[in-house]
Every structure is written in structure tokens, then in C-alpha cells.
């Protein structure tokens, strides 16, 4: 049983690619980490992730295989609620009901919506605009306390918190207002490779802009060494005018619990080749045990199903009950 001191946590991610170390760490570390104090439902965003074109087969393959690589990563589906956004209706219909309570230009605001439509002009579906309604819809069925985003979502967070205080307004409390945690890792962005004033992106054209959970020891390595730096062979944090080596240095502090002023430390006087190797090395060997489990987990299709069916269930279950108020308040007939 949960302890009552114990706050709701709600977060999700999309299956939209490879999963890089930046979603690890901007994301799924602080996951399996705040699991020990709070009562956590995770989401696989399948929903969000079609506001750009997906293909059937592999939109499929990485919402499975992205449970597997979630559970691989310490997401504990015991304590924690973890399921398929897709396969709980709910959370259309909130939306749904939401929507009517949002406005357009709310939406239009979003510096998301702003940036992704400009980029997807032969794309540009209503979707991309609605998306913050339905992550509001996410958050707000789990009765939600705290949502570990990145800085990036923290404008559709606070979407969701206005239109939960818009609807306890119009009509009595329904939805508790959500509060956006950001962690010291949280706050840690991993920028790309091959840009390093870019974040690092699953949807980079360049795969050596980003390294991925499953990519192999030698491939890990050859990207380090790859990765853009400066010339003058000094190891130390800047981001401002070393912005190569002081991502690199962040990726080695998160992979070895190290601090940045103990890595710098460490690399006094060390040359850039081998600086960059070890970093590689460390990612790699962080890694390997968490590959290794992501194996034989993904070869379980049955445990995989087990996982998602229990999650739907377990979180059908709270859902349902915030849905079954709001239909209530708005006032749809529901019989005698
Ligand atoms: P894409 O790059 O394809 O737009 P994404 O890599 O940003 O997608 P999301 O699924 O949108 O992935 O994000 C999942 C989580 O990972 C979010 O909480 C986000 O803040 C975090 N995240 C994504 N990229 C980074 C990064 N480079 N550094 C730290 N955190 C990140
Ligand atoms: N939009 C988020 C994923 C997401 C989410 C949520 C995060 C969907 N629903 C609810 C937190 C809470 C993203 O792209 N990172």
C-alpha cells in the first residue's frame, strides 16, 4: 500500500524513435529514481506521437518495444502504473470535453505549435495544435499532483493547469492542479553530438548527432570521438565558449555520478582523444546491463502484454472515476 504522504506523479513519453541519452536523462532516469516516493503512472504517448505521419508496423514495434526498454530501464510496473495511452479511451474523450473549454488561441501560442508547424508546413494537421489538450487530458484524469517534464513542456503544463482551474471554476472542484518538477537532472539537457548548441534529438537527420540506449559499445565510442569540440585542448565546463566538451562532460557526470567539478578534475592535463574515449566507455558500460535486460525483456511478447493489460486496468480504474464527475458536472444525461 502507498503511504498517504505519498504525491501522484504522472509523466509519459512517445514512441516516436530510438530512444537517445538525452530522453534518458532529461527523463526516464528522474523516472525509475521518483518512483521511491511517489505513487507514479507512466504513459507511452502512442496518441501524440501521430501527429507526424507514422508507419502502422513500426508505430506498433516501438510502443512495445519501448515498454520493454521502460522496464529495462528500473520502471518498476509492481508499484508503478505503467500503459498504452491508446488503450484507454479516456483520455480521448477528456480531451474532447477539454477542447471546448480551450482556446484557440491558447494553442496558437504554443511555442511547440509555433516551431513544429512552421517546420511541417505540408503537415500541418489540426493535431499538432490540439496536442496540449490532450497531454492536459493525460495529466488531469490521474488526479495528478506533480509532472516531471523538461523545460520544453512546461508551457503545455501550464495549459493544463489553466484549464483545470477554468473547469473547477465554471463548476465545483473536479481536477487538482498539477505542478510542473523538474529535477537536477531534469534541468540537465543533452545537447546534440554534432551541434552542441542543439539539443540532442531522436529525430535528427545525423544518427552521429545522437547516441541511442541500444547502440552497441563500438558505435557508443566512435560517436564520442566523432563529437564536435574545440581546438584548445582544455577540459573544463563552459558552456558558452566550450560547448562540445561540456556536453560531454554532463553526459560523463550523469553515466558516472560523478560531479562536473570531479570530472574536470579528473581530465586536467588529459588530451581530448582520450577524454572522449572514456566518456564513450562510461556511456557504454552504463549501458550494457540495461541492454542486456532490454533483451531478454523484448523477447517476452506475453510479459510485454501482461505488463500493458494490468497498466490499462490499474489505471482504467482512476480514470474512469475522474471522467465519470466531469460527464456529471457538464451535465450529459445519464439516465434515471
Ligand atoms: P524529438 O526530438 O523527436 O522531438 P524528443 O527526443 O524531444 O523528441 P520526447 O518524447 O518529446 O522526445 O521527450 C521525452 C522526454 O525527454 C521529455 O520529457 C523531454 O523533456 C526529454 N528530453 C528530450 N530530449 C532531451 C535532451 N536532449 N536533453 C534532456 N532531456 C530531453
Ligand atoms: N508531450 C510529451 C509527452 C507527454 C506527456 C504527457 C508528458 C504526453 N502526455 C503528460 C507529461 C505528462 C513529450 O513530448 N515529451
Request: charged share 25%.
Amino acid at each position: 500500500m502507498h503511504q498517504t504522504a505519498q504525491k501522484r506523479l504522472f509523466s509519459a513519453i512517445q514512441p516516436s524513435g530510438a530512444i537517445t541519452i538525452g530522453n534518458y536523462i532529461g527523463a526516464i532516469q528522474n523516472w525509475a529514481a521518483l518512483q521511491q516516493q511517489n505513487d507514479c503512472i507512466f504513459a507511452i504517448a502512442d496518441l501524440h506521437a501521430i501527429t507526424v505521419q507514422q508507419v502502422p508496423e513500426i508505430l506498433r514495434k516501438n510502443s512495445r518495444d519501448l515498454v520493454a526498454l521502460l522496464l529495462a530501464c528500473g520502471v518498476d510496473c509492481k508499484n508503478s502504473i505503467l500503459f498504452l495511452q491508446s488503450q484507454l479511451s479516456y483520455h480521448i474523450e477528456l480531451m474532447w470535453l477539454l477542447s471546448s473549454m480551450c482556446y484557440i488561441g491558447e494553442l496558437s501560442r504554443m511555442t511547440q505549435f509555433k516551431d513544429k508547424s512552421a517546420k511541417k508546413e505540408e503537415n500541418c494537421n489540426a493535431g499538432l495544435m490540439t496536442y496540449p489538450v490532450l497531454m492536459a487530458a493525460d495529466i488531469l484524469l490521474y488526479q495528478t499532483e506533480i509532472v516531471p517534464v523538461g523545460a520544453d513542456q512546461k508551457q503545455h503544463l501550464e495549459l493544463a493547469r489553466n484549464l483545470a482551474l477554468r473547469f473547477n471554476n465554471r463548476y465545483s472542484q473536479t481536477f487538482t492542479l498539477p505542478e510542473p518538477y523538474i529535477t537536477s537532472n531534469g534541468q540537465a539537457k543533452i545537447f546534440s553530438l554534432q551541434e552542441p548548441t542543439k539539443k540532442m534529438s531522436k529525430s535528427d537527420v545525423n544518427s552521429l548527432s545522437y547516441i541511442t540506449l541500444l547502440d552497441k559499445k563500438e558505435e557508443i565510442i566512435k560517436k564520442c570521438k566523432r563529437a564536435v569540440t574545440d581546438s584548445d585542448n582544455q577540459i573544463y565546463f563552459d558552456c558558452q565558449n566550450k560547448a562540445g566538451i561540456s556536453n560531454l562532460l554532463t553526459i560523463y557526470s550523469a553515466f558516472t555520478g560523478k560531479s562536473i567539478a570531479e570530472a574536470e578534475m579528473q581530465f586536467k592535463g588529459v588530451g581530448y582523444a582520450n577524454f572522449k574515449e572514456t566518456v564513450g566507455e562510461a556511456v557504454a558500460k552504463y549501458l550494457a546491463p540495461i541492454q542486456e535486460r532490454y533483451r531478454e525483456l523484448v523477447a517476452d511478447k506475453r510479459y510485454i502484454d501482461t505488463v500493458l493489460r494490468d497498466g490499462r486496468e490499474r489505471a482504467g480504474d482512476i480514470a474512469y472515476k475522474t471522467l465519470r464527475k466531469v460527464y456529471k458536472k457538464i451535465g450529459f444525461y445519464r439516465g434515471e
